[in-house]
Antibody
Framework: QLQLQESGSGLVKPSQTLSLTCGVS??????????WNWIRQPPGKGLEWIGH???????YYNPSLKGRVTISEDRSKNDFSLTLNSVTAADTAVYYC?????????????WGQGILVTVSS | SSELTQDPAVSVALGQTVRITCQGD??????VSWYQQKPGQAPELVIY???NRPSGIPDRFSGSSSGNTASLTITGAQAEDEADYYC???????????FGGGTKLTVL
C-alpha cells in the first residue's frame, strides 16, 4: 500500500521560504503514468492545487502562485519537495502531498495526512 | 477563483438521495473526480472517471456527467456521509488541475 508523508517546518516567517518534503513508501516515484502533487487548504477554506512533478522531472504550477513555487523530485530518496518563496499570512494552510494516476485519469488516489504551515513572525 | 463551481451547502434527510453538482467548461473535455473530506482528515477519493469507485467506497456513491456539469449522487445517505465534498478536473488548457470550491453536506 502506497503511503505519503509530509515533513518540514510548521512555522515560517513572512517573506521567507516555505520548504516541505513528501516521502513516498510502498511504491516508487519513478513509476510512469503518475504525477506527484502538492495541494493546500487554508483554515476553514477549500482545496487549492499548487502544482505537480512528473516522472522525468517536468512540472506544472498553479498560475496564481506567480512564479513563487518550485516542485522537484529526488529519485534516490524516493521523495519530492515543495519550495514556496516570499510567503505571507495568506500562505498559512494545511499542505498535502498526493499522487495522481495521470494516464488513467483516476484522480488523486493517495494522500498524505497533511502538515499545517503557519506564516507568522 | 475556481474554474469549477459547486453549491456551498446541501442538506439531505437520512436515507434519502442527494445530488451534488460541479459545473465548469473544462468538464466537456475532462473527467471529474470527487473527494470526501471529514473534519481534521485528508480528502478521500470516492468517484473517478466516468463512474468508478475506489475499493472500499460504498456503492451508494455514484457519478455522472452531462455537458459542463458533473454530479455526485448519494443514494440512501447515511449519517457518516456528512462531510465536505470537492470535485476536481483539469482546466481548459489541460495542463493544470482545478478544484471546485467544495460543498458541505449535512445529513438531517
Amino acid at each position: 500500500q502506497l503511503q505519503l508523508q509530509e515533513s518540514g517546518s510548521g512555522l515560517v516567517k513572512p517573506s521567507q521560504t516555505l520548504s516541505l518534503t513528501c516521502g513516498v513508501s510502498g511504491g516508487s516515484i519513478n513509476s510512469g503514468g503518475y504525477s506527484w502533487n502538492w495541494i493546500r487548504q487554508p483554515p476553514g477554506k477549500g482545496l487549492e492545487w499548487i502544482g505537480h512533478v512528473f516522472h522525468g522531472g517536468s512540472t506544472y504550477y498553479n498560475p496564481s502562485l506567480k512564479g513563487r513555487v518550485t516542485i522537484s523530485e529526488d529519485r534516490s530518496k524516493n521523495d519530492f519537495s515543495l519550495t514556496l518563496n516570499s510567503v505571507t499570512a495568506a500562505d498559512t494552510a494545511v499542505y498535502y502531498c498526493a499522487r495522481e494516476n495521470f494516464l488513467a485519469a483516476t484522480g488523486f488516489d493517495f494522500w498524505g495526512q497533511g502538515i499545517l504551515v503557519t506564516v507568522s513572525s | 477563483s475556481s474554474e469549477l463551481t459547486q453549491d456551498p451547502a446541501v442538506s439531505v434527510a437520512l436515507g434519502q438521495t442527494v445530488r451534488i453538482t460541479c459545473q465548469g467548461d473544462s468538464l466537456r473535455d475532462y473527467y471529474v473526480s470527487w473527494y470526501q473530506q471529514k473534519p481534521g482528515q485528508a480528502p478521500e477519493l470516492v468517484i473517478y472517471g466516468k463512474n468508478n469507485r475506489p475499493s472500499g467506497i460504498p456503492d451508494r456513491f455514484s457519478g455522472s456527467s452531462s455537458g459542463n456539469t458533473a454530479s455526485l449522487t448519494i443514494t440512501g445517505a447515511q449519517a457518516e456521509d456528512e462531510a465536505d465534498y470537492y470535485c476536481n478536473s483539469r482546466d481548459t488548457s489541460g495542463n493544470h488541475v482545478v478544484f471546485g470550491g467544495g460543498t458541505k453536506l449535512t445529513v438531517l
